[in-house]
Structure formats: C-alpha cells, structure tokens
C-alpha cells in the first residue's frame, strides 16, 4: 500500500465511504500525491474509477461549512456543452460533506471522478495554451450570474498586495542578518516593484466569483481530443477579480521552466502561448468589461510577484510556510518567479495590444 494512504486504513477508507449516498459495492482506493494541502484518494469499482475521496485540510481551510457551501453553489453554474460538470455526492444525512468523529477527525468530501482525463503542469503546445484560456474564461463566464453574497472568503485577502508587503516588511525586521544579505537583489527587486505595481492598479473593478488558484495544472484535459474539460481545486473559489484568474493561469502557461528553476536563462515568456491563450478566452464572446481587460497585464505581473514575494517572507521567517528540499529553496523560488515578473513587466505594451486587439468588443467605444 502506498506510504500516503497508510494514514488511513482500508478499513477507515470504508468507513468513510459508507457515510456517502452510493451503491455498496467492493470498492478500492488509489492515493493521488500531486496535491499538497489534502488527502486524495481515486476510488474504483473494480477497474473503473468513479469517484474523487478527499479529506479537507481544515488546518488551512478552517470553515470547512463555508467551503463547502461555495463549492456546492458554484457547481449549480458550472455546466454547459462545453464545460464538463462534476457532482459533489451528499452523505446519508444530506450534507456535502462527511464529518469523520474523533479520535480522527476530519472533514471528507466526495465528488464524480472524470474518467480519461488529465492535467499538464507545463506546456509548448499553443493548443493546449488555447483551450486553457477557453476554458478559465467559460468558468468565469458561467459563474458571472453568481451571487457574490453566497460566498464566503477560504483564504481572507488572498491576493491583498497590501497585506503581503505588511508581512514582508514584518519578516525584514526580524530576519537573520545573513539572509537578508543573501536576499538583497530579491528585497530591492520587491521595492521597486510594489511601487510599480501601486502605479498600474485599475480600480472600480466587477468582483466575480473567480478560482482564485488557476494555474495550468488544476485544469483537466481530455487525454483523447486535447479539449479542455473543466478547473479542478476549488478550495480557494470566492470573490476576486478576473485579473487573478487570468495572471495565475498565464504564470504557469507562457513560462515553461519550473517555479524554483536556478538557471533564469530558461525562465521564458513564449508569445505564441500567451496568444493562443487570449484567442482561447476570446472564444467565449465578449464577457470583460473594458476596465477588466485593461487590468489583465497588470495581473500578469500581480500574480508572479505575490507568489514571490510570499517565498521571500517565507525564506526571511526560516522557511515556517512552505515546504523545502534545502535551505535555501524559497530564495530560489522567489528569484525565479521575481525574473518571470520582470520579464513580464517588459511586456507589458505587448499585452496591452494583444489583449485589446483579441477581446475588445469592435462595437465598444468607451476603451
């Protein structure tokens, strides 16, 4: 049995299983170790597997209620044609959700597993890069109608440039010397940048309920047609803006080196994926308001830049968040993720005439 499931016992397993509305059947439990956050496990009814197991960190996400009750909301809207709908399956009480008793306790949720899928945590294909803005834009398209009052904050101030330079700022004051000296590029690079990123913010924004997490690897794929099917991962869906969204999933698809990569020279900005990603979202018709694409390079710069300022506090408070291999990974993570903002930033007239020329309605005369 594989080391993540020993957790839980077979028996567990079942017992878990049986709190759900589903056939009694002789079932077995596969563990699927990409995520970080929670306990997944793919169940099977005999070679085919049907469901998605998974135990909810509720050290992380503390309302796991609230969670639950954004996920079950959202999927009301997300279904269509084009947009393959998964199911949350309710627990004999009726609940979304199953509450395991102590000693173990624990939140466990169940959901329809899509069969022949897949995800890709990189990308060269501009197919790919298409479908990926297709359907990240059929998700904010379809969830535009949403009403924001049902939903609760997962993660409060998630993306708050304002909160993360507070906790930078807090960290500098309590660092060890050392570091902050092995750091002094990435600290005067976070500076500079906060004042730019100050001088581009576009307000008065349409808050939408968004993924809030959309990099390339929490959308599946049909492995057989190449199509987008859906966005998987939405512990952190609540009220954002579409500029996150759009800066996350364009982080992880126009840049093909990995998110700590040492070497810069392969931290890249692929112009033929970020155009095939725009034309992707563009399939969907011209949902974004003129202000709302006017942010989008803006949120290219945005995302990168928190994430790396989050390794850097992170680095400077002794590596107390993330996970490390070495010492020295947050700072190497920061660095890559602080090149890719820069390399973004430089690109920025670039984006401006991408992103308007592909979803500016030819109609609309106040941009």
Same mark, same amino acid.
């Given at each position: 049995m594989a080391q993540s499931l020993?957790?839980?016992?077979?028996?567990?397993?079942?017992?878990i299983l049986n709190g759900f509305?589903?056939?009694k059947k002789n079932y077995t439990f596969q563990p699927l170790t990409d995520g970080f956050i929670n306990d997944t496990f793919l169940v099977f009814d005999d070679k085919t597997p049907l469901f998605i197991l998974q135990r909810v960190n509720h050290l992380v996400f503390t309302d796991v209620h609230s969670l639950m009750n954004n996920i079950s909301h959202a999927f009301k809207h997300l279904k269509s044609d084009d947009y393959t709908e998964i199911i949350l399956v309710n627990t004999h009480a009726g609940k979304n959700y199953y509450e395991q008793p102590e000693p173990k306790k624990g939140y466990w949720r169940m959901m329809t597993y899509i069969d022949g899928s897949t995800a890709y945590n990189t990308t060269n294909d501009a197919a790919i890069a298409f479908e990926a803005g297709?359907?990240?834009?059929?998700? +904010? *398209?379809?969830?535009?109608?949403? $009403?924001?009052?049902?939903?609760i904050d997962t993660i409060p101030q998630f993306h708050d440039v304002n909160l993360r330079k507070k906790q930078f700022r807090e960290?500098?004051?309590?660092?060890?010397?050392?570091?902050?000296?092995?750091?002094?590029?990435a600290i005067e690079f976070a500076e500079k940048t906060l004042v730019k990123l100050k001088s581009m913010q576009i307000d008065n924004l349409p808050i939408r309920i968004c993924h809030n997490d959309t990099k390339l690897n929490n959308i599946l794929f049909s492995k057989k047609t190449q199509k987008a099917l859906c966005l998987i991962d939405l512990d952190t869906l609540m009220k954002g803006y579409f500029h996150y969204d759009f800066g996350d999933a364009i982080r992880t698809i126009v840049n093909t080196a990995a998110e700590d990569e040492q070497d810069h020279s392969k931290i890249t900005f692929e112009? +033929? *994926?970020?155009?095939?990603?725009? $034309?992707?979202l563009a399939h969907n018709g011209s949902f974004l308001s003129a202000a709302e694409i006017a942010a989008l390079?803006?949120?290219?710069?945005?995302m990168p830049f928190l994430h790396?300022?989050?390794?850097?506090?992170?680095?400077?408070n002794n590596n107390i968040y993330y996970k490390v291999a070495y010492e020295e990974q947050n700072?190497?993570?920061?660095?890559?993720?602080?090149?890719?903002?820069q390399k973004a930033i430089n690109e920025v007239p670039y984006m401006q005439q991408v992103t308007v020329n592909n979803l500016v309605s030819k109609g609309d005369q106040n941009f």
């Open positions: 020993m957790k839980y016992s077979e028996e567990e397993l079942y017992t509305e589903i056939p297709r359907v990240v834009g059929k998700f +904010n *398209l379809l969830l535009q109608n949403a $009403n924001v009052t049902e939903y960290a500098l004051k309590t660092a060890d010397t050392a570091k902050i000296t092995r750091a002094t590029n112009k +033929n *994926l970020f155009e095939a990603f725009v $034309n992707g390079p803006y949120g290219v710069l945005l790396g300022i989050r390794a850097l506090t992170d680095y400077l700072l190497d993570r920061c660095l890559s993720l602080f090149d890719f903002t």
